[in-house]
């Protein structure tokens, strides 16, 4: 079963905007990552979060942890026709050698 | 160079072709995957390579065999395999099995 379920599945927003994804997982993890994918192409690593962090920057990407609610959030801020793209969380379990990935949220950045 | 290369890009086989997918990366990591993933779903874990041995098997059906010849390549050999197989075969690498993932731009594999 997949460890990692973000919300929304789908999401549209104007240019210039903030968006936000959150991804909810089922089991203690060691790590957090979120990935960025363009249509039918290879995945992008975009930022890593440890399970004793709980807020990351990297440039216009903010991800924030919390385990005590096992969910995290991706928040992209002004917006850029170039961020449409599906989102994917993956969580890695602590008692488990491999990475699942979340079902991915499909953000549509509109001109 | 931090680049996964995959070849080919696009692979249209019939059901008793063999054929194989290939992979390659030259950043030094030491565990490679293989993925498969079917349109607007996330990417499923196949076999996961660590130091060159096979770690994970996802209960994949035997038409896939993989292969790591050595710390730089990864193969998937397929055989017989079915129009549910159909799909986006994704290669990726890391430093170690929590890191971050590096993917390939993927092969596309039509079955008929």
């Known amino acids: ?111 | 160079d931090t680049e996964v290369t995959q070849t080919p890009k696009h692979l249209v086989m019939g059901m008793t072709n063999k054929k194989s997918l290939k992979c390659e990366q030259h950043m030094g990591h030491r565990a490679m995957y293989w993925y498969k993933q079917k349109a607007k779903k996330p990417p499923e874990l196949m076999f996961v390579y660590s130091y060159e041995k096979l770690s994970i098997n996802e209960s994949v059906p035997s038409r896939f065999s993989p292969e790591c010849p050595n710390s730089s390549l990864l193969n998937l050999h397929l055989h017989a395999l079915q129009p549910e197989d159909s799909a986006l075969y994704l290669c990726a690498s890391s430093q170690g099995l929590y890191n971050e993932q590096f993917f390939g731009p993927g092969t596309r594999l039509t079955v008929l």
């Open chain 1, 1 to 111: 079963s997949q460890q990692g379920e973000e919300d929304p599945q789908a999401l549209s927003i104007q240019e210039g905007e903030n968006a936000t994804m959150n991804c909810s997982y089922k089991t203690s993890i060691n790590n957090l990552q979120w990935y960025r994918q363009n249509s039918g192409r290879g995945l992008v690593h975009l930022i890593l979060i440890r399970s004793n962090e709980r807020e990351k920057h990297s440039g216009r990407l903010r991800v924030t942890l919390d385990t005590s609610k096992k969910s995290s959030s991706l928040l992209i801020t002004a917006s850029r026709a170039a961020d449409t793209a599906s989102y994917f969380c993956a969580t890695d379990a602590e008692r488990d050698d491999k990475i699942i990935f979340g079902k991915g949220t499909r953000l549509h950045i509109l001109p």
